[in-house]
């Protein structure tokens, strides 16, 4: 029965890393803000459509990716600094509905413009399965792996070592502070933002040639990043991205020892128990603050 173990293991992470970078993106802009993203979904759809569209433009494959990544981001700045700023001063509440209503915008947008067909990206390098440890692995979930913890090593960096990273640190830890010491908190927002639409978009690049993509993929995509970015604990970077990992191996595990028709519900069942033990989530602290 567990002989299939290892390859539940390997497509569980491969997804789960997906999950993971959405999980960052969610938790970047709550720790600059402090609110709940919604669309940030349809940044992973927007990753996974413009490479698409772009490569049906003629793009080789590397340009496709980076131009969607980078309109992506361009659309994440635009979102706040055109709908989110105007409004900041209202209720968190107000702010989540409205960032639901983006979502709801930009996955009509990208029907109207594509129609509601699914398409695919073709796989980085080739589709011929490698033999890991009685697993077949794509070459492409070793991509997706790769490439993630590759921005997981980036962000740590650019948090630990730039500027504009300390300062972004700087007002997830007290607004007001950061402001009197100089930092821009509302260009910081932007950037977190921007950000968030990067992360989103690059997971949505590296997917689309396993699982394929849709005008509508963001909606269950957005939910998953935004249950692991709790499973991991709101607010801690590190837990969005295990926890993105581990949402995605047990949906995975569920899905071949009790069944595909439950998949989605399993993930969300285990997550349900573990917040009824630990409401801060499995690597959150013992009250809700923002890191």
């Given at each position: 029965?567990?002989s299939?173990?290892?390859?539940?293991?390997?497509?569980?992470?491969?997804?789960?890393?997906?999950?993971?970078?959405?999980?960052?993106?969610?938790?970047?802009?709550?720790?600059?803000?402090?609110?709940?993203?919604?669309?940030?979904?349809?940044?992973?759809?927007?990753?996974?459509?413009?490479?698409?569209?772009?490569?049906?433009?003629g793009?080789?494959?590397?340009?496709?990716?980076?131009?969607?990544?980078?309109?992506?981001?361009l659309?994440?700045?635009?979102?706040?600094r055109?709908v989110?700023?105007?409004?900041?001063?209202?209720?968190?509440?107000n702010?989540?509905?409205i960032?639901?209503?983006?979502?709801?915008?930009?996955?009509?947008?990208?029907?109207?413009?594509?129609?509601?067909?699914?398409?695919?990206?073709?796989?980085?390098?080739?589709?011929?399965?490698?033999?890991?440890?009685?697993?077949?692995?794509?070459p492409?979930?070793?991509?997706?792996?790769?490439?993630?913890?590759?921005?997981?090593?980036?962000?740590?960096?650019?948090?630990?070592?730039?500027?504009?990273?300390?300062a972004m640190?700087?007002?997830?830890?007290?607004?007001?502070?950061?402001?009197?010491?100089?930092?821009?908190?509302e260009?910081?927002?932007?950037?977190?933002?921007?950000?968030?639409?990067?992360?989103?978009?690059?997971?949505?690049?590296?997917l689309?040639p396993?699982?394929?993509?849709?005008?509508?993929?963001g909606v269950?995509?957005?939910?998953?990043?935004?249950?692991?970015?709790?499973?991991?604990?709101?607010?801690?970077?590190?837990?969005?991205?295990?926890?993105?990992?581990?949402?995605?191996?047990?949906?995975?595990?569920?899905?071949?020892?009790i069944?595909?028709a439950?998949?989605?519900?399993?993930?969300?069942?285990?997550?349900?128990?573990?917040?009824?033990?630990?409401?801060?989530?499995l690597?959150?602290?013992?009250?809700?603050?923002?890191?």
């Amino acid at each position: 029965m567990l002989s299939g173990a290892p390859q539940y293991l390997v497509s569980g992470l491969t997804v789960g890393a997906t999950y993971g970078l959405t999980a960052l993106g969610f938790t970047m802009i709550f720790n600059t803000t402090g609110i709940i993203n919604f669309a940030q979904g349809e940044f992973v759809m927007l990753g996974g459509m413009l490479s698409v569209v772009l490569m049906k433009a003629g793009a080789p494959l590397p340009l496709a990716i980076a131009l969607a990544v980078a309109v992506a981001a361009l659309a994440g700045a635009l979102i706040e600094r055109a709908v989110i700023r105007p409004v900041g001063r209202s209720a968190p509440v107000n702010l989540v509905i409205i960032t639901i209503g983006v979502s709801i915008l930009v996955r009509g947008a990208v029907m109207l413009a594509f129609g509601k067909d699914t398409f695919s990206l073709p796989a980085f390098s080739g589709t011929k399965p490698l033999s890991i440890l009685g697993a077949a692995v794509q070459p492409q979930s070793i991509w997706v792996l790769a490439i993630t913890l590759a921005l997981l090593a980036a962000l740590k960096l650019f948090f630990s070592r730039t500027i504009h990273g300390k300062a972004m640190l700087a007002c997830a830890c007290e607004r007001k502070a950061a402001s009197l010491m100089g930092i821009s908190v509302e260009r910081m927002a932007m950037f977190s933002f921007a950000l968030s639409g990067f992360l989103g978009a690059v997971g949505g690049a590296i997917l689309t040639p396993i699982t394929l993509t849709s005008y509508d993929v963001g909606v269950m995509l957005g939910l998953k990043g935004f249950a692991a970015c709790i499973l991991g604990g709101l607010g801690n970077p590190f837990g969005a991205a295990a926890g993105g990992l581990i949402l995605g191996v047990l949906e995975s595990l569920g899905a071949g020892f009790i069944s595909s028709a439950y998949k989605d519900a399993f993930a969300f069942i285990v997550l349900l128990a573990l917040l009824f033990v630990k409401p801060t989530g499995l690597f959150g602290g013992p009250k809700s603050d923002r890191v």
